[in-house]
């Protein structure tokens, strides 16, 4: 299933595509069972840029799904893996995100996708456990085995082409070793079962080796290891990362860039969230705790740059919590209280109480990084796609660059390579596997 990308053009969407996804609990069974009810027009993909975006300019601009090339809806075939066996009817009920009005019409198509055995070591997720797990000698095995799980199950469905997407627990918080820094080094940590080699690598390193796009929900690393990205570029595969933007985060990035645009001060941005769904009992340890809580501290400081804006931003203290409050299940509410200051120091304050569905709001993330990283892949694009950060609280990038988190610069970066799939496409000229300039473009900001 790997591509060679010397002088690729964007192949249209033909045949079924496999939607692979590690992790089929709320997020996962949420997605799933949407896009069934959707297909039947049952429901609307309310939050899917994918589906409901138009591409700027004109007067009646058309939807992108219109103006790309997208796997249609149509021809999406899920699957998965899971640690536990439930088939995924079964663990939507058990998740308790959707309503049965929508569930029951799905019953049969949903119950018939079941997970595959997953990859799984306590060590990285200490707050659950799982009897639906592969056993094997070595890492390197475990790998191997999800490469025949993938390979199978494009097979068994009759499809064409392949994409993951994570939506499993947050991992422990696993620091850069020697092991990450090159293939060779991760081979070998593979086989010699390195410690620091955690299961998201594992399903990262599988489904590159499989030329099939993997795309980081979680904060966990993964793709952004060295070793990765080698195997990434070198099998031609796009890769894109990581940890879902849904709730509080979504807010602030929201939020901050318009304080930044008036010149507000920011003295304090403290934040807290109740969460009782699996999410927030994972969350309820420590080592997992500390990779959200290092993902959701990067984004402010990137917006207000406090070292261009001392006098605004320079004392500025940032706190963030999350609780496993299980009364409230999927139903997450986060409080934010904001310190501004405005002329000649003047003390205001901003408070947000965001009572949001954490699943409702990461199930139209997966389908459009499904479909965007599907697309990227039929464009001979491969390695990190920073246009997608986006969707991500903590977005990738490239050679030390630093990542981009106002989300207004964010869609600009999304629109202008989708523009650049348009043109290419339109013209059915050859594309050269680079991805355009990152830098949001006058012409499309003044349009957005």
Sequence with gaps: MSKDTDAAKISDADGKLAVLLPGLGAVGTTFIAGVMAIRRQLAEPIGSLSQLGRMPGGEEPPLIKEALP???????????????????????????????????PVK???AAVKPMKAVFDREFVRNLDGTHVKEAGSKMELAEALIDDIEGFVADNGCDRAVA?????????????????????????????HEAISPTMIYAYAHLKAGVPFVNGAPNRALDTPALVQLAKKK?????????????????TILAPGLSSRQL??????????????????????GSFKTKEESKLSVLSSIFRPDNNPELYGDMHHKVRIDYYPPRGDN?????????????GYDMQIKIDFLCRDSILAAPLVLDLALFADL??????????KWLSFYFKSPQTNDGEQPVHDLFAQRRMLFNQLEAFRAL????????????DPQPQARIRSEL
């Excluded at 149509?74 to 009920?93: P, Q, R, T």
């Excluded at 031609?236 to 602030?252: E, N, S, W, Y």
């Excluded at 986060?334 to 002329?343: A, K, S």
């Excluded at 990227?376 to 796609?385: C, F, P």
Aim: aromatic share 10%; proline share 3%.
């Design 70 to 104: 997208l796997a249609s809806l149509d021809d999406l075939v899920f699957g998965g893996w899971d640690i536990f066996e439930e088939n995924c009817y079964e663990a939507a009920c058990e998740a308790g995100v959707l309503d049965h009005k929508h569930l029951e």
């Design 108 to 110: 049969e198509e949903l």
């Design 165 to 193: 997407v994570w939506c499993g627990s947050t991992e422990v918080h696993v620091s850069p070793q020697e092991v990450h820094l090159s293939l060779e080094a991760f081979e070998d940590g593979l086989r010699n079962d």
């Design 236 to 252: 031609g595969v796009p890769v894109a990362g990581k940890d879902f933007k849904t709730g509080q985060t979504l807010m602030k």
């Design 265 to 286: 001060g920011v003295r304090g941005w403290y934040s807290t969230n109740i969460l009782g769904n699996r999410d927030g009992q994972v969350l309820d340890d420590p």
């Design 332 to 344: 997450k509410e986060g409080w934010d209280n904001i310190d501004i200051f405005g002329w000649l």
């Design 376 to 385: 990227a892949h039929r464009a001979g694009l491969s390695g990190n796609q």
């Design 425 to 436: 496409h339109a013209a059915g000229e050859p594309w050269d596997g680079r991805l355009v």
